[in-house]
């Protein structure tokens, strides 16, 4: 079985990326194993003078999950404007090395707004040379009004839209 590593650029215990992942995983758990990387609020700040042969400990965990998947899903919130501080020092720590290129990866972007988190963190990812197309990258503007406490997607047209995410990033 494959596995998919789940980045949640969110912190919060129960966020709303943190449903859209469990929604993700359970909509796949028949063909995939889904791992939700735990632990991007504990990874030390970005220092390159540690970026070496023998990086913070935490550090080695993170880039040796994404290496070891077959492919990553990020499901994040936008913060003024950009993505969260924890997600950006997470990315930074994989800059120098060549763990995400063609690496095939899924993008959502579930905030209020969202847009120049999303069109950040494509860019990000694009640099990296990682592998995703429109199709595997999604923006849901206002998720509070388009999700249950359950995690379960209560607007039709979002709804469309994450499966039409689903099925694309699953034939990536």
């Given amino acids: 079985m494959k596995t998919i590593l789940a980045i949640s650029g969110s912190t919060r215990k129960d966020s709303s990326n943190h ?12 063909k995939y194993n889904v791992i939700l990387f735990k632990g991007i609020d504990t990874l030390p700040h970005f220092n390159p003078d540690l970026d070496n042969d023998t990086p913070p400990q935490q550090v080695t965990e993170f880039r040796n999950a994404i290496q070891n998947a077959n492919a990553v899903v990020f499901c994040t919130p936008e913060y003024i404007f950009s993505i969260p501080g924890s997600l950006k020092n997470a990315i930074e720590w994989c800059v120098s090395t060549t763990i995400f290129s063609q690496k095939p990866i899924g993008i959502i972007t579930a905030s209020a707004s969202g847009e120049k988190g999303h069109g950040e963190l494509k860019m990000i990812m694009h640099t990296l040379e990682a592998t995703f197309n429109d199709d595997t990258a999604i923006l849901i503007s206002g998720i509070r009004g388009k999700i249950d406490n359950e995690g379960n997607i209560t607007n039709k047209h979002t709804l469309q839209c994450f499966d039409h995410f689903v099925k694309a990033f699953l034939n990536t």
């Fill in 19 to 30: 449903k859209l992942i469990r929604l993700f995983a359970e909509s796949i758990k028949d």
